[in-house]
């Protein structure tokens, strides 16, 4: 499979002098096109570190970041702002949607900051999704699950390489839960896009291609012990 995101040796520290924080420390994960890698870990590990350095919102202190075949370390702001845009889509905890807009126009929404090379059709996406039929709706008319379905579409809309997702379920029920995780699944295999999920919901493990852990800033596979 095609490598999407290559992070190697990334270390990120907040601070200075004697109040330096490290975030990360000596991390490295390969993404592959159409894999779902869950990243768990207690808070404060680094997990939001770690989305931050893969989506350009910040660089490493030391290390690399790839995306395809860019190296997005030293690169100018407003080339990392095209790259988010063009090749990046994230999915917040809460959907994260614009109050006043409908459905189909938080999809529309992304597809007005440039020019997008081959943008999905919104209404198609929609009906992908299973929310065809709430089109005209607006957030506060939709549950927390049909929230997060619209979210993933918006976040799809621009055929991104690469899909960040923070807690998608933090506020959801289990049942909502489970089916938001195989969406995020189904969409990544079928579109080849590489996603990172970053959750504390381990009935959702399941759905994903591989679980990592992180732990004080380093990134490893689960550790399990036994009774």
Not at 16 to 23: H, K, N, P, Q
Not at 145 to 161: D, F, K, N, S, Y
Not at 164 to 183: C, G, M, Y
Request: aromatic content about 2%; charged content about 25%; hydrophobic content about 40%.
């Amino acid at each position: 499979m095609t490598t999407v995101l290559s992070i190697k040796n990334a270390s990120l520290e907040h601070g200075d002098g004697d109040e330096i924080v490290r975030a990360l420390d000596d991390v490295s994960l390969d993404v592959a096109a159409g894999e779902l890698v869950a990243i768990v870990g207690p808070s404060g590990s680094g997990k939001s570190s770690l989305l931050a350095i893969a989506g350009a919102l910040t660089s490493p202190t030391t290390g690399s970041v790839r995306l395809g075949g860019t190296d997005l370390t030293g690169l100018k702001p407003k080339e990392l702002t095209r790259i988010r845009r063009e090749q990046i889509g994230f999915v917040f905890q809460s959907g994260n949607l614009v109050p006043a807009l409908t459905s189909v126009d938080q999809l529309r929404l992304p597809l007005t900051f440039g020019k997008v090379a081959d943008p999905r059709d919104p209404l198609e996406l929609l009906a992908e999704v299973g929310m065809e039929h709430k089109a005209k709706r607006r957030p506060h008319e939709l549950s927390g699950g049909e929230r997060q379905r619209i979210g993933i579409a918006r976040a799809l809309v621009t055929r991104p390489r690469l899909l960040l997702v923070d807690e998608p379920t933090a506020a959801l029920d289990r049942k909502r839960s489970q089916e938001v995780v195989a969406l995020l699944a189904e969409e990544s295999h079928a579109h080849g896009v590489a996603t990172i999920m970053v959750t504390h919901d381990q009935d959702v493990l399941h759905h994903c291609d591989r679980v990592l852990e992180m732990v004080d800033g380093r990134l490893g596979p689960v550790v399990t012990t036994s009774a």
